[in-house]
């Protein structure tokens, strides 16, 4: 089994920053792709940015600028380093690992969320 532990979530003020972390243990062979994905009020959950076993790297439009997905793969940690926050991007975080738990399977994982409160 693996587990997603997230952490760096809080209340900062608009133009503030935060950095958010997402630490995977557990029986791991490897890595591929992390992400970030973001869920305000409502069902639907959106990608924020991404990250490849490669360290190539996505991003929604409404943050590109502002924020940074980076990779630790010693630590099997993920972080997002987020600048210039805006109201809007007030939300549950979510961070996403697609873990190679046996040679050739690999399985998607999710943290539990932190919350992101930007105020004006």
């Known amino acids: 089994q693996v587990q997603l532990v997230e952490s760096g979530g809080g209340l900062v003020q608009a133009g503030g920053s935060l950095r958010l972390s997402c630490a995977a243990s557990?029986?791991?062979?490897?890595?591929?792709?992390m992400g970030w994905y973001r869920q305000a009020p409502g069902p639907q959950r959106s990608l924020v940015a991404a990250i490849s076993s490669g360290d190539s790297t996505n991003y929604a439009d409404s943050v590109k600028g502002r924020f940074t997905i980076s990779r630790d793969n010693a630590k099997n940690t993920v972080y997002l380093q987020m600048n210039s926050l805006k109201p809007e991007d007030t939300a549950v975080y979510y961070c996403?690992?697609?873990?190679?738990?046996?040679?050739?399977?690999?399985?998607?994982?999710w943290g539990q969320g932190t919350q992101v409160t930007v105020s004006s």
């Open positions: 996403l690992a697609n873990v190679e738990v046996m040679h050739g399977s690999y399985r998607n994982y």
């Open positions: 557990g029986i791991i062979v490897s890595i591929n792709r």
